[in-house]
């Protein structure tokens, strides 16, 4: 008998540790593999694919005489039968830090196959893909590429955006905990591409597990993707450092505030040279896009929004967890049916979609698809897909000055709407809070948000209003008491 359980940290943290002592202590041989996603279960236990959740050590006696209720066949349950997992088809099974599993499962095809057609059919491929970036604004990445490998220089650069700083989101996590050799793959096929020789992997502090995880399988791999070279460079976890040129400054031992564009990334980037930036999930599709060719990953999702997204489940919600799964599904199938509604039992009262600078969405707007278009013809964004829910005692007033707050504490203070105006937003929601000429400072406020949206220098300060408006929109009750 083989028992496999998460090393990933949520698992940690919910006693993974605990659970494989106690099983080692009765001889029995354990195996730390990647998480299955179903974060609401840790730690899970996989016996011969048969799951028991929410496992603590002195459970341990009683699953191996048999008296323990599992859940099944850990690979029929709702949560992953019904999902499509193309990134994430090697969750849960894998050693993350085992080479012979991750040739086992199909790993490096996709590099082989890149090195086999070209550096020009391997951007041909993705660019067939669709694959857009699954970082913010769902550029498609195809493009960029073919920038980068048009950009006449002696030295090109691939960094990997892994500074996953959103609320309810840790799908960044997941892949560089429990599969780093497909992160590795993807950059190795992305340099192949666009005739890049070094690569950086740019990891936020929190992220210890992910690191070292990281850093073990460079080394591991190294000789695989020669004479292609990655490093891990770490952040010191300024959210402003994930928008791609704060990285970058970052990166270059700077200051980490946003430049100015143009010029772009992909002409002058990582000190001043053509860089292709994309974040981890976007670079870890990228090996089953080459090993199966760009049409049949294209084939997934609806518009231009091709293939799957890892939507992360979090906030107040019963299934908490990674569902990866093709565009086009609705947002009250992800929240109700896949998410279980809220784990307070209380009635949903809204989402937010895209971390917190995300825009609140209400239950009358749940039959919105999970598409890029579709979200922002409804002054919403995907981002990072990570689902935050909210039951109904949530005060939105208070969620309004949290995004000001936010925006005020984490911007890099290079442009004049981002940084004095968050300062001023959160003034004036205190003052709507408070009673005080509620209608005027409504105004006054929806004045801010429209000056900050089209006057900021990136995505910090634009993107704080969506949160604030949508909350006012939504709920005027809530800033009318």
Same mark, same amino acid.
């Given at each position: 008998m083989t028992v496999r359980i998460s090393n990933d940290a949520v698992a940690l943290a919910c006693g993974a540790d605990a659970v494989a002592a106690a099983f080692a202590a009765a001889g029995v041989e354990v195996e730390r593999v990647s998480s299955w996603g179903m974060h609401w279960m840790e730690p899970l236990v996989d016996i011969d694919g048969v799951g028991y959740g929410q496992v603590s050590a002195d459970q341990v006696p009683s699953i191996l005489s048999g008296d323990a209720k599992s859940i099944g066949r850990i690979e029929d349950h709702p949560f992953i039968a #019904? %999902?499509?997992?193309?990134?994430? &088809?090697?969750?849960?099974? !894998?050693?993350?830090t085992s080479l012979d599993d991750y040739y086992a499962s199909g790993g490096w095809l996709g590099l082989g196959q890149a090195r086999a057609i070209g550096a020009e059919a391997t951007i041909e491929t993705i660019m067939a893909s669709g694959l857009r970036g699954r970082g913010g604004a769902g550029f498609p990445a195809g493009i960029k590429w073919r920038t980068v490998a048009d950009a006449p220089a002696e030295q090109k650069y691939i960094v990997c955006n892994a500074d996953e700083g959103d609320s309810g989101t840790f799908a960044?996590?997941?892949?560089?905990?429990?599969?780093?050799f497909m992160?590795?793959?993807?950059? &190795?096929?992305?340099?192949?591409? @666009?005739?890049? *020789? #070094?690569?950086?992997?740019?990891?936020?502090?929190?992220?210890?597990?992910a690191i070292a995880k990281m850093e073990a399988t460079i080394r591991l791999s190294a000789h695989l993707i020669a004479p292609f070279v990655v490093e891990v460079r770490v952040g010191a976890g300024a959210y402003i450092c994930g928008e791609e040129t704060s990285l970058l400054n970052s990166l270059e031992g700077k200051r980490g505030e946003v430049r100015a564009k143009p010029p772009l990334p992909a002409l002058e980037g990582l000190f001043g040279k053509p860089t292709v930036v994309n974040n981890v999930l976007t670079l870890a599709a990228v090996p089953w896009i080459l090993a199966h060719g760009g049409e049949a990953y294209a084939a997934y999702g609806m518009?231009?929004?091709?293939? !799957?997204?890892?939507? %992360?489940?979090?906030?107040?919600?019963?299934?908490?967890?990674?569902?990866?799964?093709?565009?086009?599904? !609705? =947002?009250g199938e992800l929240v109700n049916e896949i998410g279980g509604g809220t784990a307070s039992g209380r009635p949903v009262r809204c989402v937010q979609v895209g971390g917190p600078l995300g825009a609140y969405i209400a239950p009358a707007q749940f039959d919105l698809p999970f598409d890029y278009e579709a979200f922002a013809?409804?002054?919403?964004?995907?981002?990072?897909?990570?689902? !935050?829910?909210?039951?109904?005692?949530?005060?939105?007033? %208070?969620?309004?000055?949290?995004?000001?707050?936010?925006?005020?504490?984490? *911007?890099?203070?290079?442009?004049?709407?981002?940084?004095?105006?968050?300062t001023r937003g959160v003034e004036t929601i205190d003052q709507i809070i408070a009673g005080n000429n509620v209608d005027?400072?409504?105004?006054?406020? &929806?004045? =801010?948000?429209?000056?900050?949206?089209?006057?900021?220098?990136?995505?910090?300060?634009?993107?704080?209003?969506?949160? @604030?408006? *949508?909350?006012?929109?939504?709920?005027?009750e809530d800033f009318n008491r």
């Open positions: #019904k %999902q499509n997992r193309l990134t994430f &088809a090697r969750a849960g099974k !894998t050693r993350p960044d996590r997941m892949v560089m905990e429990g599969d780093p992160l590795i793959e993807g950059m &190795a096929i992305a340099g192949f591409a @666009v005739g890049a *020789s #070094k690569a950086y992997i740019y990891i936020r502090s929190e992220y210890p597990h518009g231009r929004s091709k293939g !799957t997204m890892p939507v %992360q489940l979090a906030g107040n919600v019963k299934h908490g967890g990674l569902f990866e799964v093709a565009f086009g599904i !609705t =947002l013809a409804a002054d919403a964004l995907i981002g990072h897909a990570g689902i !935050t829910v909210f039951d109904d005692s949530v005060d939105m007033a %208070q969620m309004a000055r949290f995004a000001m707050e936010f925006c005020a504490i984490e *911007s890099c203070g290079k442009c004049t709407p981002c940084r004095l105006g968050s005027a400072n409504l105004a006054l406020l &929806a004045d =801010l948000a429209e000056t900050m949206k089209f006057g900021s220098l990136c995505a910090m300060g634009g993107f704080t209003p969506y949160p @604030v408006m *949508s909350a006012i929109k939504l709920f005027p």
